[in-house]
């Protein structure tokens, strides 16, 4: 099926279109409908053609630029103050010579199915207050995205912003001034707070002016409007490469059930800057948004502050449905690409299908998975050492594509440093996100199923191996050793100690493994089974998604097992992991003394003995680590064999 309406396409051949390949995971449909004003595209990944082509009927004629808006002049006009009745509906307004002005009513919608929500029927009162010549404002709206997209629809002009005299705003919650937004706001577009008149009693204009709105909500959009909406001086911040717009502080109809989880990933691995905008003025927001190279979150208004910077920037949205057609009218004014994700979905029992009021549950990998796809530069401190190395791009990075800082690429850049690590095995790959984070002379990927394509990073020295571990071990085990081995696939004590155990024939004795998963967060976090762990947290009223399974055991198994070999568990910045090293340990004595033992462990005995797993910061956790190298190195013990 394709889309043509004044050049917009969508749907066939685009997935298999290479300039779309950054946002197809090869398990959704991605699709296009281009910009007709402003550069980049408008991208939709996950979302039927159906539902993105009902959105856009007779867009084109939706989007108009005709500079400057309109104005009309009214004299003798009455205003009667608004007064809710219902939910957007409203009795009173503007009369002039007692008729009804119906064009400075608050409409929504377009054409047939466009609606007024003042509704006149109120009677004139006698005016208390009289001004000679006003600018009229329309309503003023306290919600945040409405107040940008209405309450301002009808100032953005240079006529208006320059002009002297007094503009009228219709106040129908009584607000008793304005909000810290809204006086941000009026500055931005150059208007002086002084000129704001809040119409709390009948008030009579003798010559009332009125700008034809730049927008209206559901209906259209002037774009002549953009050059106002940026004629502000740029404010300085610092660079901050990618952001996240949270609305787990917000006041909001619809919830993120799970968004902290999702704050907590991005955080821990300084993939994203987090930003509150409601903790921030106007003009700081603006800032954050300037100074970034992609805006990220869920669905929300804080993304329509996009509208008043000046650049290109990449936003990233999202979402649990086709998102509202505010935001394809706001993108007409935003350069670069506008990427729409539907990354979730209304799993709440009961609550029925998702609209564009209920709660929603977010897919976090997914949505962490995007945010790599998409990123584009260092992410916090880009000056420091650590970053410098966690971010170097490596030879088998395609064109375009950003390296992030993971815990866990941190950590093994930081083991490699030490140790002159040449060469490294991955198992459990996933994604990628680590495996092509990491430059190494020869790199060995081992996954039953990647989930993104290894074309794309294939160089000299770099292997991919599709396949189960088992199967890896049993074809290649013998052939080569490796520096650094980094278990992270399927978070079970049983194959986890099998992958241990079979990447001994693949270790030289200068070799350090990670191991990925070693300490859960809770009870449900150890269950082996990650459907049961995640349905059983809910059933007791728990949030989060964390799962790390009963990998916690390795550990154990290596403290009674393998007395030849050192660990020390990092549980500082990021998921806590076992580093694990040839070392004997002079004070060996097992505790279990049973495979059998340590299988039928529970959380609780984790608890109990969580001792044995020597949990460090990891600063501490390194230090150790490095002391037990030396003191081989002291011993004659090369640092690493050669390849």
């Known amino acids: 099926m394709v889309f043509q309406e004044r050049g917009f396409w969508v749907g066939e051949g685009v997935n298999g279109s290479s300039r779309f390949s950054r946002y197809n995971s090869g398990r959704d449909h991605v699709s296009e409908i281009p910009k ?178 730049t927008f209206q909500l559901y209906g259209f959009i002037n774009v002549s409007s953009r050059a106002v909406l940026k004629h502000a001086a740029p404010i300085p911040a610092p660079q901050s490469g990618i952001i996240y717009l949270a609305r787990s502080e917000a006041k909001a109809l619809r919830c993120v059930l799970n968004e902290e989880e999702l704050q907590r990933r991005l955080d821990s691995s300084a993939q994203a800057r987090i930003i509150f905008p409601e903790k921030l003025s106007f003009a700081e927001q603006l800032a954050c948004l300037r100074n970034s190279d992609v805006v990220s979150g869920c669905e929300g208004s804080a993304f329509l502050s996009l509208t008043f910077v000046e650049g290109s920037r990449t936003s990233l949205m999202f979402c649990a449905s086709v998102p509202s057609l505010n935001y394809f009218l706001c993108d007409e004014l935003i350069d670069g690409d506008a990427i ?195 349905k059983f947290r809910r059933q007791a009223g728990g949030e989060g998604w964390a799962w790390h399974g009963d990998v916690y055991k390795v550990v154990f198994a290596i403290h009674d097992f393998f007395p030849m070999y050192s660990y020390v568990t990092l549980g500082g910045r990021g998921n806590p992991q076992a580093i694990v090293w040839k070392a004997p340990r002079v004070d060996f004595t097992p505790i279990f003394d049973s495979i059998e033992a340590i299988e039928r462990l529970s959380y609780f005995d984790l608890l109990k003995r969580q001792e044995i797993l020597k949990v460090r910061p990891d600063e501490e956790g390194f230090r150790l680590f490095l002391e037990s190298i030396a003191a081989a190195a002291e011993r004659g013990a090369p640092a690493v064999v050669p390849v």
């Open 36 to 213: 007709l004003n402003g550069s980049g595209r408008r991208i939709f990944v996950g979302f039927p053609d159906t539902e993105i082509s009902s959105r856009f009927r007779q867009f084109g004629e939706r989007v108009s630029d005709t500079p400057p808006p309109e104005v009309r002049s009214f004299e003798n006009v009455h205003l009667e103050p608004l007064v809710p009745k219902g939910q957007w509906q409203f009795t009173g307004g503007a009369y002039c010579n007692g008729e009804f002005l119906t064009e400075l009513a608050l409409h929504r919608g377009w054409r047939a199915g466009e609606s007024r929500h003042v509704t006149g029927g109120a009677t004139a009162r006698k005016p208390e207050q009289k001004l000679k010549t006003a600018w009229f404002g329309g309503i003023l709206l306290g919600h945040f995205g409405h107040f940008l997209l209405e309450t301002l629809a009808r100032v953005q002009s240079r006529e208006v912003a320059r002009s002297a005299e007094p503009i009228v705003f219709f106040n129908p919650w009584a607000f008793p001034s304005l909000q810290p937004f809204m006086e941000g706001a009026f500055r931005h577009l150059g208007i002086a707070l002084d000129r704001i008149r809040l119409c709390n009693v009948p008030l009579e204009v003798r010559n009332l002016r009125a700008q034809v709105p």
């Open 340 to 534: 729409y994700v539907r990354c979730g979905d209304n799993l709440c029992e009961g609550v029925g299908p998702v609209t564009r009021r209920t709660d929603w549950v977010l897919d976090v990998e997914k949505a962490i998975d995007f945010i790599d796809r998409t990123s584009n530069g260092t992410i916090h401190d880009p000056d420091s050492a650590e970053n410098r190395m966690a971010h170097l791009k490596p030879p088998d990075a395609p064109a375009g594509t950003a390296i992030w800082q993971s815990h866990s690429v941190r950590r093994i850049n930081q083991i490699a440093k030490h140790v002159g690590a040449r060469s490294y095995l991955e198992i459990g790959v996933f994604r990628g996100k680590t495996f092509n984070a990491l430059d190494f002379e020869r790199k060995v990927a081992v996954d039953p199923r990647f989930q993104f394509d290894v074309a794309d990073y294939q160089r000299e020295g770099i292997e991919f191996h599709q396949m189960p571990s088992d199967q890896y071990f049993t074809r290649h085990g013998l052939s080569r050793t490796f520096d650094i081995i980094f278990l992270d696939g399927l978070h079970t004590f049983q194959q986890t100690l099998r992958d241990f155990c079979n990447s001994l024939a693949c270790a030289h004795d200068q070799t350090v493994w990670l191991i990925d998963d070693v300490l859960p967060v809770d009870v449900y976090s150890a269950w082996p089974n990650q459907t049961e762990a995640l």
